[in-house]
Nanobody, 126 residues
Framework: VQLQASGGGLVQTGDSARLSCAVS????????IGWFRQAPGKEREGVSC????????YYVESVKGRFTISRDKAKNTVYLQMNSLKPEDTGVYYCAARGILKRGECHVGSRWYDYWGQGTQVTVSS
């Protein structure tokens, strides 16, 4: 299984950005994806997740209404659309995956995931 995250960069407060996580190695879409971020000097935190077949999504409170997670099954890619970005959204963003059969389940705890992609930096300037 491989995950390739991309799409980070330098943006201004209020701007939008879209992160992509290209996934390979799973059978169909029997996997959940989580997005995490780590700000300098802070622990990694879960941001959002999507379960297999888009049967469930979850957002942490700080990003609700601003971030949207989605999946393109044909491309085996999961996106994190980030709108109304704030300086506190700055960090290295990672995607993680876990093979799953159960519909509707995903978590934002990092220990739940088995596979991780490399990070992509998102910097929001004030």
């Amino acid at each position: 299984v491989q995950l390739q995250a991309s799409g980070g960069g330098l943006v201004q407060t209020g701007d939008s950005a879209r992160l992509s996580c290209a996934v390979s190695g799973f059978n169909g879409d029997y996997y959940a994806i989580g997005w995490f971020r780590q700000a300098p000097g802070k622990e990694r935190e879960g941001v959002s997740c999507v379960s297999r077949s888009d049967s469930g999504t979850y957002y942490v409170e700080s990003v609700k209404g601003r971030f949207t997670i989605s999946r393109d099954k044909a491309k085996n890619t999961v996106y994190l659309q980030m709108n109304s970005l704030k300086p506190e959204d700055t960090g290295v963003y990672y995607c993680a995956a876990r093979g799953i059969l159960k519909r509707g389940e995903c978590h934002v705890g990092s220990r739940w995931y088995d596979y991780w992609g490399q990070g992509t930096q998102v910097t929001v300037s004030s």
